[in-house]
């Protein structure tokens, strides 16, 4: 063999999957789920608070990119740092696809669903969709509002009905007193996290 | 090879080091041991007494080194002991002589010889009734090592591979321990053996192996590393033994024979603990802070750990009130990651024994809200779990590039210690701290890892087993969780039975210490 280096290799190899672990994290919707790192054993078991258990074996999720020789030789390192996005765009693809799969699931069991048949995203689905989900508060009261998932056409049509909603007075009041409202039961919940007899 | 690394280190070892494997070798002959020396003080001038399948009585004086007549002379009066006098046990027949031996794992020489053979021929021509000394020397005690390790040696490229890492280490860091479990299990324990006598060869081989690839911390008189190493063979005999259900007497005399040197490594880290007194060690560049921090909490949670040991296995065992002392002046602890829990469990334990219940309950409780605190939902930065040890916390925070890197965010929310943390609480009748923090105690997600074997909890790294993560109830009764706490129902049986070998398992594989096996601890011992 020709003289090599493979400690160093070994480095950079370390150094690019922790970017590309940055990287997958960065994404706003898969930042705010939590991560867990397992270092033994073959499956995963949550016993919730209510006593139902949900057993899950751990599920592979991989991304693949074809890289050209002359790309290595030409650019080195970088031939797989650019790559890395690729990568990491097909992993991250694969996690939203399966955490919207599970999501759905578990809605659809919860009944927390909301079919509007077609009719466009309006203010009042908006409200129907908080008054749907659990909302927490921090310690300031300041509220922990979900993430809203749509697809990127949706998005652009949303963007732009914020600030007319914005500038609606009976808007901001109808969703100020939800979000009131949700303040109690949140509050409620809190006060129920207690020792009794 | 293996041959070549076992006479470097007979060559260059001690009679306290090589009296365990010498014993195994003994042993494996069909010799009983009835008596062993410990902390170097011979009785009768004998450091091993066994009895042969015979019958026979043999006793064994062990030193170190050359014995040329200089030493001869210096030791004359304890051989005079060793061949005069009787020695004293119901199972011995005290109407025969004994066989007396004097073992040196290094060279009798020939003025010596000639003494003890004009020694005996004086005792028979006097017609004394006394033991004629023979001599085992350092090239014989190799050729019985050699054999009694067998086929029991690392083939395996991979193993060769992790015995040299081990044998050639400088013996002053920490020991690897998942590595050294890994190394163990491919040499020793792999295979289903077709007869219970190879299985018994593969528990004594693992004490001679032992012994040797220890040989860089014994020079370096590592004892942490030395007790934990001792720990990972105990761990893995008990495994082995459970998984071939294999009858207590092919196992049990080697299995004791590992315990008593992991109480005497333990034995000495507490001498060295209270001689030194300022936990500095080492090169002082670089100590202090937080690397004394860690080796605080290490070297007091162990030695608790052996205190509540010698108390639970003694009965006329006296806590050393010096370590009291030394605990008070040394808190608090810098709980930097949940591999410290179970150094804190045995110290307020150990606190709680000595009378000291408001400074072990102040521990538990410090220890709750700093868990809380560090690992609220929505902080950043959680303390690590336990499969971290603290020589990656301490790459981490110094960004040393080490091993795993680890992701202290993916802590928030959860812990592994919480759980039999607020257990312990419940079953010491805390109800009105519980009651102030459980708001936030429900907030958390209490892991553990449950093996698919019962005996897979006595190996560091299992493939097959179940990650758990349960949610507390928000609304807690506070009798059921006392029902919970104090019911013994859920703690698993390889754990009733060797409760003992656990409590020091728990200070090698804190990862492995979960709400029923400290449960297991409070209750039994």
Known sequence: MLPD?????????????????????????????????????????IEKENGTIEESEFKKIEGMVQIETRDVIEKGVEAFTESRLQISDEIKKQQAELLLKEVKQAAEQAGNVVD????????????????????????????????????????????????????????????????????IEWHDRESNRKLVD | MIERAIENWLTNTTERIYQIPFCQVLQLEGH????????????????????????????????????????????????????????????????????????????????????????NQDNLDKNRNFSRLSVINGRELLNLFIKAQGSFIPVEMADF??????????????????????FLENVLFKNTPSQPSIAKNAVVSGVILTSYTLRQFQNNKNNFAQFEAWVCLAASIVRYANRLKLATEIYVESL???????????????????????????????????????????????????????????????????????????????FLGECFFPHIYWTTRFLELCGENAIAISLLKQLTEFIIINNDPNGRVGLANPYYCPEDLLASFFNIRHGKEIDFASFNGSSYSLGPIVEMLVRRDQRNFLEGHWRKISH????????????????????????????????????????????????PEIVKSNIHLFLLYSLVCPHRINTSVVKAFDLML
Request: charge should be negative; charged fraction near 30%.
């Open chain 2, 256 to 334: 004791e024979l590992v315990k008593a040197e992991i109480i005497e490594c333990l034995t000495q880290l507490h001498q060295e603990m209270i001689a030194k007194g300022n936990f500095l060690e080492g090169n002082i560049i670089g100590d202090g802070g937080i690397l004394r921090g860690f080796r605080k909490i290490m070297v007091l949670g162990a030695t608790s750990a052996l205190q509540i040991y010698l108390i639970a296995t003694q009965n006329d065992y006296k806590a050393d009130q010096r370590l009291v002392e030394l605990i008070k002046s040394n808190l608090p602890f810098d």
């Open chain 2, 161 to 182: 591979e992790s015995f040299l890492g081990f044998y050639l280490s400088d013996g002053k860091g920490q020991l690897y321990k998942n590595r050294f479990f890994k």
């Open chain 2, 444 to 491: 958390m997600e209490f892991l553990s890892f449950k093996p698919e074997t019962e005996e897979d909890l006595l190996t560091f790294s299992c493939e097959k087993g179940v990650n758990i993560t349960k949610f507390p109830k928000m609304t807690q009764s506070w009798s059921a969780l006392k029902d919970d706490a104090l019911s013994a129902k859920d703690i």
């Open chain 1, 116 to 183: 509007h048949r077609g009719k466009p995203f309006s203010f009042e689905t908006f409200m129907e969709l908080l008054e749907k989900v659990t909302i927490d508060f921090d310690e300031a009261g300041i509220a922990r509002l979900p993430a809203l998932v749509v697809a990127p056409e949706l998005a652009d049509k949303i963007a732009k009905k914020i600030p007319i909603w914005e500038a609606n007075k009976q808007y901001i009041q109808q969703y100020n007193e939800l979000i009131e409202k949700k303040k």
């Open chain 1, 5 to 45: 280096f493979p400690e160093i290799k070994q480095w950079i190899q370390e150094n690019l999957n922790k970017h590309l672990r940055d990287s997958v994290r960065d994404d706003p919707l898969l930042s705010r789920i939590r991560e867990y790192h397992f270092s033994e054993g073959h499956k995963w078991i």
């Open chain 2, 32 to 119: 009983r041991v009835l008596y062993r020396s410990t902390h170097g003080i011979l009785e009768q001038g004998k450091d091993i007494v066994t009895l042969t399948p015979k019958g026979d009585c043999y006793a064994y004086q062990l030193k170190t080194g050359d014995i040329n007549l200089n030493k001869w002379r210096a030791i004359r009066g304890e051989i005079l002991d060793l061949i005069q006098l009787p020695f004293t046990h119901p199972d011995v027949d005290n109407k025969s002589l004994h066989f007396s031996f004097l073992v040196a794992n290094g060279e009798v020489k020939d003025p010596v010889l000639n003494e003890i053979n004009s020694l």
